[in-house]
């Protein structure tokens, strides 16, 4: 298995620069995202790996366009496969929408619709956007099932949604998303609410089927292990930034950022049962109430004066590596 | 027990940055309303001016004048004229209020507390006694409510008193169905089964837990119910089943006026105007509560 | 409290045995009969002073099994015994006494809050249902929420919606420690938590078990935090036990094909060393007809003729030390095919 994946000179087909996203409310204002820059090229997967409140969903839904408008204000360029996804009219967005970029959820029960089959679900969303009859859509339907492994998939197309166990749902939920032979696919936490043993049979699939379509993937989750298993490149969130970006062996190898290091440090797995974990101190900052300089330098052990006084800039220590943080040099914890 | 254990200080967390209890911040998104604030400030004026209706009308609400009968807005210091029997319609209007007010809230109250009792009850309770007491209420559910009214106080005979428990009667089966949904919503919650893990009795945990975020729904249903008490006790009035002339009252003015539309119209229309006002300033109220109440953080 | 009697039983007395609980519960709109076997015969002890952890995934009967062990569901069948009492019996100790010495901690920190109730209210109530004064009661309240890690004056006059998820779940455990409890049932306490907050509360738990004795039952779906945490590890499927014993046995030999899955199931942590291939297919069927002999058969690749015919058991339950699998493959006389030989 490749761990990295090899660049090529092919256009990227999701450019993000500068990304804003914030909540405007009666009360307050919530700074979501705050100038988020990345770009994923065909066929390749990015993980945004984040905790609650790091802007990790937001920047997906951003992608479509999928975030209330009347109080969200956002700034900045998001270029899919070329089109300013910021500029399209409503019709050219639907087109984008289930055409080109697909989008799949942590919970299937709340985005597929309870009142019709699935095959049914499957076939409206391939007649939409491919203008077949219905036989021809059911016909894509059944293969699309098949192609997600859900067994005995004749019979499932008659089945409603609350009929399959989670793990057959989401893997409906996949086949619907990919019914239009999508090039990009968003994917927000979709293993989250799914068993272990689920969980990973779901991995396996979407990395399978990423790599025969060749879509690029962007793949939104909290849970260091699920990126482990399915990226090419990690790009680390906190508090609206992305704090560190790189190929996922070397993220896991070598981390850069004290948060990425502290995240690491404290996700279990095998840690000495004698011992504390190494926990990272306090909590993640108020969206509301950002403090001025790096966000994360309320938690930091490592923080200095200059940590506070303005947000770091990025810095590229090594190729493909990227850091926010003044202190890279600073040798880790000891 | 120990009672002292030293943490390290790092797991000692940060002050948030703001702290203000649940009602504060009520308080606070009410202040930022202005048309909550503005509909507030007339309601309380209305409530005053029928406190104070006394000192306040200009004339004798129940003097009447054969020679001024159905004269126009500002006849001789009338401002708002006066009615078939000449009597000074901007003095019974502020006294009409009093009723009017009365009638409203009167029913309202009484329905909160026996409707919301029965609700708590029969949402906390089993199976048996929320089935005896959603399926009683459920037979007064089955009236339009306006039908219902009337024929309470239809059977009951006239007069305030007995329209006050006719709308009573109507307002228990909505308040006790509101006050039911909120507690077994609640009842589900986790932290209801941890007080019971504590060994809280029932009487316990429906004092400290579940009344506490009851009210707040049965409150602002509450508040939306008196608009409609001011409507239907108008409405009982006007039809007669209500408090009786000579008493000055919107509905009765109404009805009594009523003879008199082609003569003055603008006269006539007052009492309307007065429950029109009343009753929208009630409704964007609760409206503007219900909604400051609604955010939770 | 003072009433409660410390170490009646002796330390080699179980502090809570759980003998053959059963819950079923009837399908709502469901087929006349159905019913969800929830928690179908189980049977553990749990030692004093240990780390019991209970893993399965959903639908496996753990949430279930946490609120049987408090009452706070009405077993249909089974027997408990808290330090040497039956609960319930006539000579034993009542389910307020039971309920006084084992507390619970849920996943949900918000919905185990009460909205409108300052937390150091929410905390102080278990003390003031337990005959403190209301005083006597605030005090202990700030008390606790010191050894939380929580600064009374600070964090106490809050409401729940003014504090972060970590720090409700301090408040919650606060709460369950306020009443002194001797055992705490901890139902996937830290499931919903971010890791890095995860991280603090498992230390913060790890910390209040070893300065207050105490004994905890710890239920998640999360391997590598059972590991961490717990003593011994007890593993269900539907509804049933299927493997108990020392944490290091059952995370380095695993006997019941149903853990070796769950094991193999995690993620590598090494993009250089990716699963290729799920350890098992499929979801775990319906609790609600469970199959027949042994439940695992239909996701199990060894699955013979003798795992549809007879439910395995589990064997020497109430044994502190022993490793034990309900699998036909760990009985020599199972007659199945790959049954271990006596020794």
Redesign the interface.
Same mark, same amino acid.
């Given at each position: 298995m490749d761990g990295g994946f090899v660049p090529t000179l092919a256009p990227a087909l999701v450019e993000v620069e500068d990304l804003t996203v914030r909540f405007v409310t009666r009360d307050s204002t919530a700074h979501a995202v705050n100038g988020v820059t990345f770009s994923v090229r065909p066929g390749e997967v990015l993980c945004i790996l984040g905790e609650s409140g790091s802007g990790k969903s937001v920047t997906l839904r951003a992608l479509m366009r999928l975030l209330p408008p009347g109080k969200t204000r956002i700034s900045g360029t998001i270029k899919v496969d070329g089109q300013d996804v910021l500029a399209l009219s409503p019709a050219e967005l639907r087109r984008l929408r289930g055409g080109l970029v697909s989008m799949i959820f942590q919970e299937p029960m709340t985005a597929l619709d309870p009142v019709y089959t699935i095959g049914d679900q499957i076939a409206e969303t391939v007649m939409r956007h491919k203008g077949v009859s219905k036989t021809v859509a059911l016909a894509r339907a059944l293969e699309l099932l098949e192609l997600v492994k859900v067994p005995s998939a004749a019979s499932r197309l008659n089945n409603y949604p609350h009929e399959l166990s989670g793990g057959l749902r989401q893997r409906a939920m996949i086949a619907m998303a990919l019914s239009c032979g999508p090039r990009l696919l968003l994917a927000d936490e979709p293993t989250t609410a799914l068993d272990a043993t689920v969980q990973i049979q779901v991995l396996i699939l979407l990395r399978k089927l990423q790599k025969e379509m060749g879509m690029g993937t962007i793949f939104v989750t909290h849970d260091l292990g699920v990126a482990s298993e399915i990226a090419d490149r990690i790009a680390v969130m906190y508090a609206g930034r992305v704090v560190e970006e790189g190929p996922v062996a070397d993220i896991l190898a070598n981390p850069l950022h004290p948060y990425t290091r502290g995240l690491m440090a404290s996700t279990v797995h095998g840690q000495d049962r004698s011992r504390d974990i190494d926990a990272i101190p306090g909590s993640p900052p108020d969206l509301r109430q950002l403090p001025p300089g790096c966000a994360f330098a309320p938690r930091c052990s490592l923080a200095a004066g200059e940590c506070l006084s303005a947000v770091p800039e990025p810095r590229f220590p090594a190729p493909g590596r990227m850091a926010r943080c003044v202190r890279l040099g600073v040798p880790a914890f000891a | 027990m120990p009672n002292t254990m030293i943490l390290p200080t790092a797991m000692i967390e940060p002050a948030a940055p703001k702290q203000r209890g649940y009602w504060g911040s009520v308080g606070n998104r009410l202040r930022y309303d202005p048309v909550t604030v503005f509909f507030g400030l007339v309601v309380l004026a209305i409530i005053l001016a029928a406190i104070f209706a006394p000192l306040l009308a200009p004339f004798d609400p129940y003097k009447e004048s054969i020679i001024g009968r159905l004269k126009p807005l500002g006849w001789k210091g009338h401002w708002l004229g006066t009615d078939e029997l000449g009597r000074d319609i901007l003095s019974r209007l502020i006294h009409g209020g009093r009723v009017s007010l009365l009638m409203g809230v009167v029913p309202v109250a009484i329905a909160t507390v026996v409707g919301g009792t029965l609700g708590v009850v029969g949402g906390f309770g089993g199976r048996k006694v929320n089935t005896a007491i959603m399926r009683t209420m459920d037979v007064f559910y089955a009236f339009p409510s306006v039908l219902l009214a009337v024929a309470i106080s239809g059977a009951m005979g006239g007069g305030a008193m007995n329209g006050m428990i006719a709308l009573s009667m109507v307002f228990t089966p909505a308040m006790c169905r509101v006050a039911e949904t909120a507690t077994a919503q609640v009842k589900n919650l986790d932290f209801v089964e941890a007080a019971r893990a504590t060994g809280a009795g029932t009487l316990t945990i429906l004092r400290y837990h579940i009344l506490g975020n009851v009210l707040g729904p049965v409150f602002i249903y509450a508040s939306s119910l008196v608009s409609v008490g001011i409507l239907l006790a108008s409405g009982l009035s006007f039809l007669g089943l209500g408090v009786k002339p000579p008493t000055a009252d919107w509905g009765l003015m109404l009805s009594t006026l009523r003879q008199s539309i082609y003569v003055n119209p603008v006269v006539c229309a007052l009492p309307g105007v007065a429950i029109l006002i009343t009753s929208v300033s009630f409704n964007l109220l609760s409206d503007g509560i219900r909604s400051a109440m609604d955010v939770r953080m | 409290m003072d009433t409660v009697e410390i170490d009646r039983g002796g330390p080699a007395q179980p502090l809570l045995i759980a003998k053959d609980l059963r819950k079923h519960f009837k399908v709502k709109g469901g087929a006349p009969g159905a019913v969800v076997r929830a928690v179908d015969g189980v049977s553990f002890n749990v030692f004093k002073g240990e780390t019991l952890g209970v893993v399965g995934?959903?639908g496996c009967g753990k949430s279930t099994l946490a609120?049987l062990l &408090?009452h &706070?569901i009405e077993p249909d069948a089974g027997e408990l015994v808290f330090d040497g009492d039956a609960v319930g019996d006539m000579r034993g100790i009542t389910v307020?006494a039971l309920?006084?010495q084992v507390?619970?901690v849920?996943q *949900?920190s918000s919905?185990? =809050?009460?909205?409108? +109730?300052?937390v150091r209210d929410?905390i102080a109530?278990?003390p003031y $249902?337990?005959g403190k004064t209301k005083a006597e009661a605030g005090r202990i309240a700030r *008390?606790v929420l $010191?050894?939380v890690?929580?600064?009374p004056d =600070?964090f106490g !006059? %809050?409401?729940p919606?003014?504090?972060?998820?970590?720090?409700k779940q301090?408040i919650?455990i606060a %709460?369950a420690l306020a009443?002194?409890p001797r055992m705490v049932i901890l139902d996937e306490a830290v499931s919903a938590l #971010?890791?890095? $907050?995860? @991280?603090?509360v498992?230390?913060?738990l %790890?910390?209040l078990k070893e300065?207050?004795n105490l004994t905890y039952l710890f239920i998640s779906? #999360? =391997?590598? $935090?059972v590991?961490?945490?717990s003593d011994r590890v007890l593993v269900m499927y539907l509804g049933a036990v299927v493997e108990l014993g020392p944490?290091q046995d059952i995370f380095s030999r695993p006997k019941h094909p149903y853990t070796t899955? =769950?094991l193999a /199931?995690?993620? /590598? +942590? #090494? !993009? @250089?060393? %990716?699963?290729?291939?799920?350890?098992?297919?499929? *979801? !775990?069927p319906?609790p609600i007809n469970p199959p027949s002999g042994c439940r695992f058969r239909t996701r199990c690749q060894h699955a013979e003729a003798v795992c549809a015919q007879t439910q395995p058991i589990l064997g020497a339950w109430n044994d502190r030390d022993s490793h034990i699998a309900a699998c036909h493959m760990q009985d020599p006389e199972s007659g199945h095919s790959l049954a271990i030989r006596t020794h």
């Open positions: - | - | 995934e959903s609120r &408090l &706070l307020n309920r006084r507390q619970m849920f *949900d919905s185990s =809050l009460n909205p409108r +109730m300052p929410s109530f278990g $249902v337990h *008390d $010191v050894k890690g929580l600064k =600070l !006059p %809050r409401y919606h003014e504090l972060s998820g970590g720090q301090r919650n %709460r009443i002194e #971010d890791k890095s $907050v995860e @991280a603090q498992l230390n913060l %790890r910390a300065n207050f779906h #999360d =391997l590598s $935090v590991r961490y945490i944490v899955a =769950l /199931s995690r993620p /590598s +942590m #090494d !993009p @250089a060393r %990716r699963i290729e291939e799920p350890p098992i297919t499929g *979801d !775990p319906s």
